[in-house]
């Protein structure tokens, strides 16, 4: 009986050795699919940064163009302004 109980028990207990390693493997492959995938993540994030960076540079600059040409405008408005108070005063 003891005999028995004992060839039960080393079963057992190597089935659950090759469990573990099996799970063990299987956690390896998890984790080296999720480095992967943090990896290809931050070269989607490298890459949105210099789209974006691309894009904001031609932005600022129309944005000062135009920043300009308000500035220029308000100018022509206080010039001709003071052209018509001459106008009148005279």
Do not use: C, H, W
Not at 42 to 57: F, P
Not at 63 to 79: N, P
């Amino acid at each position: 009986m003891s005999e028995a109980a004992q060839i039960l028990l080393y079963i057992i207990i190597l089935v659950l050795t090759i469990l573990l390693i099996v799970l063990g493997i299987q956690v390896f492959f998890i984790l080296r699919d999720i480095r992967k995938t943090v990896t290809k993540t931050n070269k989607v994030l490298d890459n949105t940064e210099e789209i974006t960076d691309s894009i904001k540079r031609p932005l600022s600059s129309l944005s000062a163009l135009i920043m300009g040409l308000k500035a220029g405008s308000s100018l022509m408005k206080i010039i001709n302004k003071g052209e018509e108070k001459d106008k009148e005063d005279k």
